[in-house]
């Protein structure tokens, strides 16, 4: 009996992985002819042809014309049906909300309204209710969030967001109770590195960091081609670095934090104080400024660019990364700070590593953590692609 049972499940295992094996080779190769699908992946013609025919059926995969023969009938090609499928994806630095298609492009954005406390969930479900009901057609396959705080190691729980005044929130059980898809949390600069590496700058960049510099500071670190986040989620808190031992006390309880000196709050402030003007410019505009030449931006400019360089002199030391992404409202398209940047991490940085690391603006910009909430969703769907996928994400859309 328990001889049988184990090879029922071994069959079934099997199954699943030739399923997303044959899946994802579309997805990243595609188009691709069965036979070709049959051959890369050493599987039976017979094995590639039922599982494609059924992904087909399902609406995940379609025909798409026939390919060059060598000899004989030439071949049909397949391809992802990129619009099957749809994931929702939520910054919550940004005040965002989105629906991606299966390729992570955009098919509709919306602001999220001011979030006062305790009122998050309330929020995002009708926001996430309207998105989804003008989308007709795509199946609901999974929903993203990326939260500028510290999420558990289960990812489940939101530990604390000091800028949203959350702590200890069970978001991920009360929007997969209502949505009955798959819900995944991440720190938002960890979100939008996991975006980059699938779709940015750092696609096939095996030790790169991402850094976020908008109304917070922070970092998501990809090692060996892995997102680490540390023994209780809370790597890449790069804002707590201590850059001035002079600098103001933090909430966290630190002197000097790179978060503090260079955190929106605190630009405002400055400005204010040397411009006697309470006209304050946004981040975004602040750079803009800067590149125009306005002499108070690029103080401040220089200002940031001296601090974060300082903070990056201090990764680069410890994780020896060969790319480093910078995103956030201040970083774009921003040359005063990236020159600042780059100036520091030459003159304080071993040579060894200043020569061997690039520093770029990522590419996905303000959209970085919004495709990086989006990726996560829609990765944890390719992963997980099966025969049974089709009828649960029915079920889930018409919920």
């Known amino acids: 009996m328990n001889t049988e049972m184990a090879r029922t499940g071994n069959l079934q295992l099997m199954k699943e992985i030739n399923q997303a094996l044959i899946f994802n080779a579309i997805r990243e190769k595609g188009p691709l002819s069965r036979s070709q699908l049959a051959k890369d992946l050493r599987l039976s013609p017979s094995t590639a042809t039922v599982i494609v025919d059924h992904f087909i059926a399902i609406g995940f995969v379609k025909e798409v014309g026939k390919g060059d023969s060598s000899g004989g009938r030439k071949p049909i090609?397949?391809?992802?049906?990129?619009?099957?499928?749809?994931?929702?994806?939520?910054?919550?630095?940004?005040?965002?909300?989105?629906?991606l298609n299966l390729n992570a492009e955009f098919l509709i954005t919306k602001p999220i309204?001011?979030?006062?406390?305790?009122?998050?969930?309330?929020?995002?479900l009708e926001v996430i209710h309207e998105m989804v009901r003008k989308i007709q057609g795509p199946r609901l396959l999974g929903i993203g969030i990326a939260v500028p705080g510290i999420?558990?190691?289960?990812k489940s729980r939101v530990i604390t967001a000091s800028s949203l005044n959350i702590n200890h929130l069970s978001l991920k059980e009360e929007l997969e109770r209502h949505f009955q898809?798959?819900?995944?949390?991440?720190?938002?600069?960890n979100a939008a590195a996991y975006g980059e590496?699938?779709?940015?700058?750092?696609?096939?960049v095996q030790n790169f960091l991402y850094l976020h510099v908008g109304k917070a500071v922070g970092a998501g670190l990809f090692l060996s081609g892995n997102l680490f986040t540390g023994g209780a989620g809370g790597a890449g808190e790069f804002g707590h670095i201590s850059v001035d031992e002079s600098g103001p006390l933090c909430h966290c309880g630190n002197i000097g934090c790179l978060g503090k000196l260079i955190g929106a709050e605190m630009l405002m402030d400055q400005w204010?104080?040397?411009?006697?003007?309470?006209?304050?410019?946004?981040?975004a505009e602040l750079a803009r400024l800067s590149n125009e030449g306005e002499f108070h931006a690029l103080r401040l400019m220089d200002y940031v660019g001296e601090m974060l360089g300082r903070g990056i002199v201090t990764l680069v030391h410890l994780f020896n990364p060969s790319l480093i992404l910078i995103g956030g409202e201040l970083a774009l398209n921003n040359e005063r700070l990236f020159d600042q940047v780059k100036k520091q991490v030459k003159t304080r940085n071993m040579r060894v590593f200043s020569e061997h690391v690039q520093i770029e603006e990522c590419l996905t910009r303000l959209n970085a953590g919004i495709i990086g909430a989006g990726s996560l969703a829609l990765n944890h769907f390719f992963q997980n692609v099966s025969f049974e996928m089709g009828d649960r994400t029915e079920r889930a859309h018409h919920d």
Not at 80 to 97: H, N, P, W
């Open 181 to 189: 898809v798959p819900t995944l949390l991440e720190n938002d600069a």
């Open 151 to 154: 999420i558990d190691p289960n």
């Open 272 to 283: 204010r104080s040397w411009t006697g003007s309470e006209d304050v410019p946004s981040l």
């Open 197 to 204: 590496f699938l779709y940015g700058r750092s696609q096939n």
């Open 77 to 99: 090609l397949v391809e992802l049906a990129k619009d099957a499928g749809m994931v929702v994806a939520i910054d919550l630095e940004q005040s965002r909300a989105a629906i």
């Open 113 to 124: 309204p001011a979030i006062k406390q305790g009122d998050l969930i309330a929020i995002l």
